[in-house]
């Protein structure tokens, strides 16, 4: 589970796969990112989605409120291996279990990402 802090930006870095689980070396891919509430109606905000073209996008969010959230990643439509992650926003830095540096999450076996 990702941890983040409350009305601070926080990053993930998704590193694109092909079918076989072998890392794509150039972007390119259609991704699409959603950050929806659990058990609360505030979506948090996905302010960028950048392709580095190595086969690896770094995600990067926020949410005004803490509480539990789900981030769905999609490629082509399709949703990484192991999409939607479970993520939990903290009210402050000193409540999050862990300090998040960006975390690395890979496509699996399905076609895109």
């Not at 930006?9 to 950050?35: K, M, N």
């Not at 409120?65 to 009210?91: D, K, M, Q, W």
Request: glycine letters at 10%.
């Amino acid at each position: 589970m990702h941890v983040a802090t409350r009305r601070e930006r926080t990053s993930v870095v998704v590193t694109a796969c092909d079918a076989l689980g072998h890392r794509c070396p150039v972007g390119g891919a259609e991704l699409a990112v959603a950050l929806a509430p659990c058990a609360h109606c505030h979506y948090g905000a996905v302010h960028a989605v950048l392709d580095r073209g190595d086969g690896t996008y770094l995600i990067s969010y926020s949410a005004e409120i803490s509480g539990r959230y789900s981030l769905a990643v999609t490629i082509h439509g399709e949703h990484i291996n192991g999409s939607p992650f479970r993520l939990v926003v903290a009210s402050s830095s000193d409540e999050a279990a862990v300090s998040s540096p960006p975390r690395r999450l890979s496509r699996g076996s399905q076609s895109g990402l």
